[in-house]
């Protein structure tokens, strides 16, 4: 069974700051897909990032940046100088690459404020 | 062009009522599926379906969901009749493959059972 754990459920930071949101999860499969979805205020969930299994490389774009480890099972996502526009809902999401698992699987969200 | 399209956006309904949420997929998106968000719950998966046929239903939580596509740009999630704990936020979502490709999500329906 598949299994994300995002185990800060709310976090709160003043503009300018660094924020990491924390990933780790959990399969049998050998190769697997890692994601990061955005929920805004509006509510619509909206994509991020997808990486496999094989791509262990840390991946930057613009103030984001997400740093993948295997070996402790974790995919974290971090915000460089954080902005208001930035609050939201993040979620970590998995999926298996065979036809048994490949849907995703959530994990259950971490809130993110930051304050002016 | 036009991302996922679901209405109502907010529905309030009274328990025992039909309910009936809709969606349209972007254009050429082969699969579409409907996921419900809850405090308790988080996001969960209740169906989905390839070529308007549904694949996987054992997210459906009991037989007052069910689910159709009758065609490549429409789905309905129905339920009836509805009950206070089925009150969430439904979200459509589709994808042109199965992962590892992104799904699409529309801005949901929220839906109130009173």
């Known amino acids: 069974a598949q299994k994300v754990t995002q185990a800060q459920t709310e976090i709160s930071v003043v503009e300018k700051e660094d924020v990491t949101l924390d990933c780790v999860y959990e399969?049998?499969?050998?190769?697997?897909?890692l994601f990061w979805y955005k929920q805004p205020p509006s509510g619509e969930l909206v994509f991020l990032i997808r990486?496999?299994?094989?791509?262990?490389q840390n991946e930057i774009s613009g103030r984001y940046s997400w740093n993948f480890q295997k070996s402790t099972s974790s995919f974290n996502f971090t915000i460089t100088a954080s902005q208001v526009v930035d609050s939201a809902v993040y979620f970590c999401?998995?999926?298996?690459?065979?036809?048994?698992?490949?849907?995703?699987?959530f994990g259950g969200g971490t809130r993110l404020m930051v304050k002016p | 062009d036009a991302g996922v399209i679901q209405s109502p956006r907010h529905e309030v309904t009274e328990m025992g009522q039909e309910v009936t949420l809709r969606c349209k997929p972007i254009?050429?998106?082969?699969?579409l599926f409907w996921y419900r968000q809850t405090m308790m719950r988080g996001l969960e998966l209740l169906i989905y379906f390839n070529n308007n046929v549904p694949i996987d239903d054992s997210g459906m939580p009991e037989d007052r969901f069910s689910a159709k596509m009758p065609n490549a740009s429409f789905s309905t999630l129905k339920i009836q009749p509805s009950e206070p704990r089925d009150s969430a936020v439904y979200f459509c979502a589709s994808s042109l493959y199965l992962a590892p490709y992104e799904q699409y999500f529309g801005p949901g329906t929220r839906l109130t059972v009173t």
């Open positions: 399969t049998r499969d050998t190769t697997y897909y």
């Open positions: 990486r496999n299994s094989f791509d262990e």
């Open positions: 254009s050429g998106h082969d699969y």
């Open positions: 999401a998995l999926s298996g690459a065979n036809n048994a698992g490949n849907m995703l699987t």
